[in-house]
């Protein structure tokens, strides 16, 4: 069975830093690109950002462009997002998910998601 | 990038049809046979229930049926179920490598 497990959300103050991390089983991992996709408190999803299979090629969400960094291990089966310079507005839920065949969009599986709070 | 336009709501009866839309413009929904919907029940995580545009990945039932008409797409639930209550966001590739939702539809079973 695929299953992704995100970790590392916290509460962190506005101007911060938080790496998340998403463990991935199941499937071959350096075969299919990656993404992270968040929901903010009683709001819709949101694409962040993704990686390519080989972590060769990144993308970001121009919300996000210049403060937040995708990254992966293949060899570990890992997925990271580097948060920095964390604004109120980057609360939410943080979804990493599967892209089965970039760039068609099949997000499949999803995380349980980790939460990030940025407050004050 | 402006999020996908979807009704706040939708509601039917147990057995009724209901349809979802979602209106993007040419760069998005329009320009790519790459519309996904997604299925998300209150604490949980998003589950997909159609990709390119009418896709049906396998475990999903066949009362859920997708379509695209230009720059909209569309979400129809057949024989609703009580399960079937849900937020429901489509997606779409929108070039360059990214992608963007929709805003949301809570589809309530009355």
């Known amino acids: 069975e695929e299953q992704l497990a995100e970790s590392g959300g916290a509460l962190v103050q506005p101007g911060g830093s938080l790496r998340l991390s998403c463990a991935a089983s199941?499937?071959?991992?350096?075969?299919?690109?990656m993404n992270w996709v968040r929901q903010a408190p009683g709001k819709g999803l949101e694409w962040v950002s993704a990686?390519?299979?080989?972590?060769?090629?990144?993308y970001y969400a121009d919300s996000v462009k210049g403060r937040f960094t995708i990254s992966r291990d293949n060899s570990m089966n890992m997925v990271y997002l580097q948060m920095n310079t964390l604004r109120a507005e980057d609360t939410a839920v943080y979804y990493c998910?599967?892209?089965?065949?970039?760039?068609?969009?099949?997000?499949?599986?999803w995380g349980q998601g980790t939460l990030v709070t940025v407050s004050s | 990038q402006s999020a996908l336009t979807q009704p706040p709501s939708a509601s039917g009866s147990p057995g009724q049809s209901v349809t979802i839309s979602c209106t993007g413009t040419?760069?998005?929904?329009?320009?790519?046979?790459?519309v996904s919907w997604y299925q998300q029940h209150p604490g949980k995580a998003p589950k997909v229930m159609i990709y390119?545009?009418?896709k049906r990945p396998s475990g999903v039932p066949d009362r859920f049926s997708g379509s695209k008409s230009g720059n909209t797409a569309s979400l129809t639930v057949s024989g609703l179920q009580a399960e079937d209550e849900a937020d429901y966001y489509c997606?779409?590739?929108?070039?360059?490598?990214?992608?963007?939702f929709g805003s949301g539809t809570k589809v309530t079973v009355l």
């Open positions: 040419s760069s998005d929904v329009g320009g790519y046979n790459y």
């Open positions: 997606s779409s590739y929108a070039g360059s490598n990214n992608f963007v």
């Open positions: 990686i390519g299979g080989r972590g060769t090629s990144t």
């Open positions: 390119e545009v009418s």
């Open positions: 199941g499937f071959t991992f350096s075969n299919y690109a």
């Open positions: 998910a599967k892209e089965v065949q970039w760039p068609r969009g099949r997000f499949d599986p």
